[in-house]
């Protein structure tokens, strides 16, 4: 079975643009997970979708947002990139997304705002 | 400002002895815990969870153990291998907080031989 799938890989832009990155959960899994990973402030969560719907968001401004696909696909958005937005932001795919669920994690993107 | 980095604390083992990484965590309310371990380049990847309702569990050469009274997880490796340096990190989550993991700022392992 594919694990979870994260593209690009890796991305370059400047401050002001805006990105999107992509997630391919694991096949059956219907949850998705958003985390930024960065030196300051480690792992932090930033929203979950399930079903098309966001069901949990974290502190982040509403410069990051995100949207689920009926395949359960999910995309991320981050508009009027800032410097500190540099990360690697990470996703997880459970299957129903219920405590106690082990979440799966992709390989990341890293994101680099110049 | 110039960017500070979340200083790791390091745990260097020689192979073949026992490693034991500590996380305090934060919400008494949580009883769901989780070790993750995260190789450069890499997302982390799940080692091993326990509920709240446990205070020990093992797997394949690592045990976690849960104190719910001072609000303490650690993870024993047995028998460390080179294989096993990497960034660990303890998550915690509860169910009145939906699947929201809270990380630990990690333990960086290091594995001499």
């Known amino acids: 079975k594919a694990g979870v799938t994260q593209t690009p890989r890796y991305l370059i832009k400047t401050r002001g643009q805006q990105v999107t990155l992509s997630c391919s959960p694991i096949?059956?899994?219907?949850?998705v997970s958003w985390y930024q990973q960065t030196p300051g402030q480690g792992l932090q969560f930033l929203f979950e979708?399930?079903?098309?719907?966001?069901?949990n968001k974290g502190n982040f401004p509403g410069r990051f947002s995100g949207r689920q696909f009926s395949n359960s696909r999910s995309e991320m958005n981050v508009s009027t990139l800032e410097l500190g937005d540099s990360a690697l932001y990470l996703c997880?795919?459970?299957?129903?997304?219920?405590?106690?669920?082990?979440?799966?994690f992709g390989s990341g993107t890293q994101l680099s705002v110049l | 400002g110039e960017s500070v980095g979340l200083h790791l604390p390091t745990l260097s083992v020689q192979e073949g002895d026992n490693s034991i990484i500590n996380c305090a965590y934060s919400?008494?309310?949580?009883?769901?815990f989780i070790w993750y371990k995260q190789e450069s380049g890499k997302g982390p990847q799940f080692i091993i969870d326990?509920?709240?309702?446990?205070d020990k569990r093992q797997g394949q050469r690592v045990t976690v153990l849960l104190n719910k009274t001072v609000k303490h997880l650690s993870l024993q490796i047995a028998a460390t291998q080179p294989g096993d340096s990497a960034v660990y990190f303890c998550?915690?989550?509860?169910?009145?907080?939906?699947?929201?993991?809270?990380f630990g700022t990690g333990t960086q392992l290091k594995v001499e031989l």
């Open positions: 997880a795919s459970t299957p129903t997304g219920g405590v106690g669920e082990k979440l799966f």
């Open positions: 326990i509920r709240s309702n446990m």
């Open positions: 998550a915690e989550n509860w169910a009145g907080g939906g699947n929201k993991l809270t």
């Open positions: 096949s059956g899994h219907r949850s």
């Open positions: 919400n008494s309310a949580s009883d769901y």
């Open positions: 979708y399930f079903s098309e719907t966001q069901r």
